[in-house]
């Protein structure tokens, strides 16, 4: 799920640096990064501390939705401002590990720091939003350098396959971190109140973090140093950027594709970071019910994928992306529909049948999420695949750093809607409406594509 905001790696290798000793070794070594930083992205940011921290923490559920947005909009745009600088380095063919460990070094002692979150912090509260919000910075600034390092690794052929091991590693940790969370909480602290299951999981993602992360930093090597200044590599990078942008006018297929997807990634992003959030605000579910969910969605996710890879086949990649983003829509209907006492607006038995999810809201929820987890991870399958056949492939790699750049560019929209207006409206479901505006918002400008079946280029490039 963490490629909502940042996709995979493209077949895009530094100028002037081959790839390097691409042993089996290395290729895992690189592929455990995403394993080692997964965790935080699953456990933290959507699932259990999110919960815990706006529920609990905070106080208030809804100012506590409303401030978890704002806190994931401030690390977004710092990586916003910072991503086109710190890409045009990574580009450039010199060192990445120094700035990987850099990022590796700040967030972990912060991912820590969260362990001290407990209720009536007072002031101290902003002391863990700013840790938040800088370990979401290092997490994103750190995909950069990590991804730029896959050429050192492999050779363009294994791109892909290289790639799929490291998500097969992260799904990996998290159903081994969510099935540990439950077993611990079922044998060791059944029952107790004072939050030590949430309390503990910091730390444990931030030495997850710390010992996964050991294999790139001792094992990969580095592409050899630019021997240009890094000021000319700056700015030479930063001049190609504003290029490829400007191109993209002879490209309207292209453009308008980019901009549609801009939008509606923001609704994947919506329905996916604050499901941990909504599910405790709104229907008080605890950690261990989030964590059972989370569970059931890794593997409800990997059959997304597979729906997505066989539509996007046999439809094309239009018509597979239209469909997944309006089973996204149908997700989010049904979610802000939903309360304790009420489904579809409508007034459901809160005992139905009794269980881990007693009430009809507690399965209608699940139900939900569910499908929002199916279709985004379909959606992110075809998302992909409509650049790479729409795009000349005299300019696909050129295209692909456009692509990721515009994905960062814009993260911050969603989460900063949904905080508006969770605050505005005093009611965390209206904030998830913020979902449907940028998922409709996506799907009307998706059809400027002219693109038939999303299969080869329908304007060509020097139109």
């Given at each position: 799920m963490s490629d909502l905001i940042h996709p995979a790696v493209t077949p895009v290798a530094a100028d002037g640096a081959s790839p390097h000793a691409q042993s089996r070794g290395q290729q895992i070594a690189w592929a455990l990064y995403e394993c080692a930083r997964n965790p935080f992205y699953v456990l933290i940011n959507i699932y259990v501390f999110s919960a815990y921290f706006a529920n609990q923490v905070v106080g208030d559920p809804v100012w506590g939705q409303a401030l978890w947005g704002y806190i994931l909009s401030t690390a977004a745009i710092f990586v916003a401002i910072c991503a086109p600088l710190l890409g045009t380095i990574a580009d450039a063919g010199g060192r990445r590990k120094p700035f990987l460990l850099a990022c590796i070094v700040v967030a972990v002692p912060a991912t820590a720091l969260l362990t001290f979150a407990r209720p009536d912090m007072g002031?101290?509260?902003?002391?863990?939003?700013?840790?938040?919000?800088?370990?979401?910075?290092?997490?994103?600034?750190?995909?950069?350098?990590?991804?730029?390092?896959?050429?050192?690794?492999?050779?363009?052929?294994?791109?892909?396959?290289?790639?799929?091991?490291?998500?097969?590693?992260?799904?990996?940790?998290?159903?081994?971190?969510?099935?540990?969370?439950?077993?611990?909480?079922?044998?060791?602290?059944?029952?107790?109140?004072?939050?030590?299951?949430?309390?503990?999981?910091?730390?444990v993602v931030a030495l997850w973090w710390l010992v996964f992360s050991l294999p790139i930093l001792l094992k990969v090597s580095d592409p050899a140093p630019s021997v240009l200044p890094l000021g000319k590599v700056v700015g030479d990078g930063l001049k190609r950027l504003r290029q490829s942008i400007s191109r993209?006018?002879?490209?309207?297929?292209?453009?308008?594709?980019?901009?549609?997807?801009?939008?509606?990634?923001?609704?994947?992003?919506v329905l996916m970071m604050f499901m941990g959030v909504v599910g405790a605000g709104v229907l008080g579910w605890s950690g261990v019910q989030l964590s059972v969910m989370g569970l059931v969605l890794s593997f409800v996710a990997v059959g997304g994928s597979i729906f997505g890879g066989v539509l996007d086949d046999r439809l094309g990649s239009k018509a597979a992306l239209q469909i997944a983003i309006l089973g996204c829509v149908a997700s989010n209907l049904l979610l802000v529909t939903i309360a304790p006492d009420s489904v579809l607006f409508m007034a459901a038995d809160p005992d139905v049948t009794g269980g881990m999810y007693p009430r009809l809201a507690d399965k209608a929820f699940f139900f939900a999420e569910g499908l929002a987890a199916f279709?985004?991870?379909?959606?992110?399958?075809?998302?992909?695949?409509?650049?790479a056949k729409i795009a000349p492939r005299e300019s696909l790699n050129e295209m692909f750093g456009i692509y990721a750049l515009s994905g960062t560019a814009t993260s911050f929209l969603g989460p900063l809607t949904i905080a508006v207006l969770t605050q505005v409206f005093a009611s965390q479901r209206a904030g998830l409406t913020a979902g449907l505006i940028f998922l409709l918002g996506g799907l009307l400008l998706l059809r400027k594509v002219s693109a038939g079946r999303g299969d080869s280029p329908a304007v060509p490039a020097s139109a």
């Open positions: 002031s101290s509260l902003f002391l863990i939003a700013a840790a938040l919000v800088i370990v979401n910075i290092c997490y994103e600034l750190s995909s950069i350098f990590y991804n730029a390092l896959l050429p050192q690794v492999a050779p363009p052929s294994r791109f892909g396959s290289v790639s799929g091991l490291a998500y097969a590693f992260a799904n990996g940790a998290g159903i081994l971190l969510f099935g540990a969370y439950l077993l611990t909480d079922w044998v060791v602290v059944p029952g107790a109140s004072d939050w030590p299951m949430e309390r503990f999981v910091p730390p993209l006018r002879s490209m309207p297929d292209v453009l308008h594709y980019l901009v549609a997807r801009m939008v509606f990634n923001e609704g994947f992003i279709f985004v991870t379909a959606g992110l399958v075809s998302s992909r695949a409509m650049l």
